[in-house]
């Protein structure tokens, strides 16, 4: 759904319209608001219910039903997000007294540690040949996502102006509309410097955005993700790389070496810690590795 589009449900419209005009969320999760309401709003049909009359054992019932059809654990989870901040709106607004979906659970998520790159195969991965235009934006991209964490949509998000390259720092709008500075290291300083004195050979006239392509227009999610997996198959990486991998792999380095959580929260941008805390099981993963393989009581006796 885009935006200022209608779901034909004037208590949903009104919901989504709160949302991006107050809460200023992107059209993206807008969207996935949107549908999954409108599951919701489908079984109460099905049903005969409303929304101001649906109460916790429907909620239930709906939960039970679609797990029984096949639908994962994380997908429940967040259409049951949904229906919590979409009553807690109704609530707030004085149209129901009580969140028929307050206290009901989702099944538990079987949580997958992300995929990162060692330091070895970080280093070889932004190890680009070549000085063509191309080559220097994209040397510049890879080392400014790994270098700060950055988000796919972040970084397609940069415009000139968030960049201050004299106090190596830089401004990120992320998720919420919210804003963070982070640092930017000497190798990406490097990598943009050399890219920002060929720009203009890509980049039409008042165009704002720090990456652009060969049409001199900002670049679209797809086409980072596009060149990054061709570098990296380039440049002989062990597995198919994403623009994510490279943040889970900040993320993951930058634990390890600190052991501070508060910080690469911090740096992440992550409203909830439990979130960065998914790191914390990568760094034990790979202490319990080092432990397995140095204590002399951990090595496993070889056969005779």
Not at 110 to 122: A, F, G, H, I
Not at 208 to 218: N, Y
């Amino acid at each position: 759904m885009t935006p200022g589009a209608t779901s034909k449900d004037p208590l949903v419209d009104a919901f989504l319209r709160h949302l991006r005009l107050e809460r200023r969320l992107s059209p993206r999760t807008l969207d996935a608001y949107e549908r999954d309401l409108r599951d919701m709003a489908a079984w109460m049909q099905e049903h005969g219910r409303e929304w101001l009359n649906l109460n916790q054992a429907e909620v239930r019932a709906w939960t039970a039903q679609r797990h029984r059809q096949g639908l994962s654990a994380r997908s429940l989870q967040r259409r049951l997000a949904a229906l919590r901040a979409f009553y807690h709106y109704l609530k707030r607004e004085g149209r129901i007294q009580r969140n028929p979906a307050m206290g009901v659970r989702a099944p538990k998520v079987e949580r997958k540690l992300p995929s990162t790159l060692d330091v070895d195969q970080m280093a070889q991965l932004l190890e680009l040949p070549g000085n063509k235009p191309l080559d220097l934006r994209d040397q510049a991209m890879m080392e400014l996502l790994y270098s700060s964490g950055l988000r796919l949509a972040e970084l397609v998000s940069l415009d000139m102006s968030d960049l201050d390259l004299s106090d190596a720092m830089l401004e990120v709008t992320g998720k919420g509309r919210k804003t963070r500075r982070l640092p930017v290291g000497s190798k990406a300083r490097i990598a943009i410097q050399r890219w920002l004195e060929i720009r203009q050979e890509l980049a039409e006239e008042n165009e704002p955005a720090l990456f652009v392509s060969q049409r001199g227009k900002r670049l679209s999610p797809r086409a980072v993700q596009s060149r990054l997996a061709r570098r990296a198959m380039e440049q002989g990486a062990p597995r198919r790389v994403h623009p994510h991998m490279l943040r889970h792999s900040f993320a993951s380095h930058m634990l390890e070496s600190s052991g501070d959580l508060r910080a690469v929260q911090e740096l992440l941008g992550h409203a909830d810690i439990s979130t960065t805390q998914i790191y914390t099981h990568l760094d034990f993963q790979h202490l319990a590795q080092v432990y397995d393989q140095a204590h002399p009581r951990a090595r496993r006796k070889k056969p005779d």
